[in-house]
C-alpha cells in the first residue's frame, strides 16, 4: 500500500546530541511537511517542502533543519536537541494542489535524556 | 494568515447521542477545511474535508461537517456516537490564497460513554 512512513517510530537521544529523524513515501507527492506535536496539543507546522522547493515558518527554531534529496525522502535534524525539543514529530505529504488533504506518518515519538 | 480555532478542549456525549465537535477558521482567501483524528502515539487520519460547493460534507466512519462562511464555521457531526468514537479530533485550514501550508487547530478531545 502507498503510504508514509517514518523511522524511527521511537528515538532517544542525549541533551545536545545531534539527531535526524526520516521520512519516505511512496505516494509520489509534490509536498512534504514536518510537524512538532507535545502532548495532545495541535500539530505545530515547522516547514514543509514543494518539490525542491522550501519553506520555513517564521518562528521554527533554527535548532531545526530539513532535507529533501528527492521526491520520496525528506529528513528532519536536530542540530543540538534540548528537554523542550522532547516530542511526537510528525511527517505529512499531499497532492500539489492546495485542496487536497494531506496523509500522515505514524510519528516519531523524540525523547531527550 | 490562516488559523483555525476548536474553542472546546473536550466534548463529552452518550454512546448513541449525535456529537457535534466545534471548529471557527480564518482565512484572507477561500478555505480549503480538513478535519483529522488522532488516536493515542499515532499519526493524523484524514477524516473530510470542504474546498467547495455543498455545505455539507460527508467522510470516513459516518461523520459529516458543516460548512458554514457567514459564521466562518466547520463544524464536525456524526448522528450517533460509538464508544470507539473517542479519540483527539483536530480541524485544519489552508488558504487559497496562500502556498501549501497546512494548520491545525488545538484540537478537541471526544469522550463518548457507555
Known amino acids: 500500500d502507498a503510504m508514509v512512513i517514518q523511522n524511527p517510530r521511537y528515538q532517544v537521544t542525549q541533551f545536545g546530541k545531534p539527531v535526524t529523524l526520516s521520512c519516505s513515501q511512496t505516494?509520489?507527492?509534490?509536498?512534504m511537511y514536518w510537524y512538532q506535536q507535545k502532548s495532545s496539543q495541535a500539530p505545530k507546522l515547522l516547514f514543509h517542502?514543494?518539490?525542491?522547493?522550501?519553506?520555513n515558518e517564521a518562528d521554527t527554531p533554527d535548532n531545526f533543519q530539513s532535507r529533501r534529496p528527492n521526491t520520496s525522502f525528506c529528513f528532519l535534524d536536530i542540530r543540538s536537541p534540548g528537554l523542550g525539543d522532547a516530542a511526537m514529530y510528525l511527517c505529512?505529504?499531499?497532492?500539489?494542489?492546495?485542496?487536497?488533504?494531506?496523509?500522515f506518518g505514524q510519528g516519531t515519538r523524540l525523547t531527550v535524556v | 494568515a490562516q488559523s483555525v480555532a476548536q474553542p472546546e478542549d473536550q466534548v463529552n456525549v452518550a454512546e448513541g447521542n449525535p456529537l457535534t465537535v466545534k471548529c471557527t477558521y480564518s482565512?484572507?482567501?477561500?478555505?480549503?477545511l480538513f478535519w483529522y483524528v488522532q488516536y493515542p502515539n499515532r499519526g493524523l487520519q484524514f477524516l473530510l474535508k470542504?474546498?467547495?460547493?455543498?455545505?455539507l460534507v460527508k467522510g470516513s466512519y459516518g461523520f459529516e461537517a458543516e460548512f458554514n462562511k457567514s459564521q466562518t464555521s466547520f463544524h464536525l457531526k456524526k448522528p450517533s456516537a460509538l464508544v470507539s468514537d473517542s479519540a483527539l479530533y483536530f480541524c485544519?485550514?489552508?488558504?487559497?490564497?496562500?502556498?501549501?501550508?497546512?494548520?491545525f487547530g488545538k484540537g478537541t478531545s471526544l469522550l463518548v460513554t457507555p
Open positions: 505529512a505529504t499531499s497532492r500539489g494542489e492546495r485542496n487536497t488533504e494531506a496523509f
Open positions: 505516494l509520489n507527492h509534490n509536498v
Open positions: 517542502y514543494y518539490d525542491k522547493d522550501f519553506n
Open positions: 482565512v484572507s482567501g477561500n478555505p480549503y
Open positions: 470542504y474546498i467547495t460547493g455543498d455545505n
Open positions: 485544519a485550514v489552508r488558504d487559497s490564497n496562500s502556498g501549501y501550508a497546512l494548520n
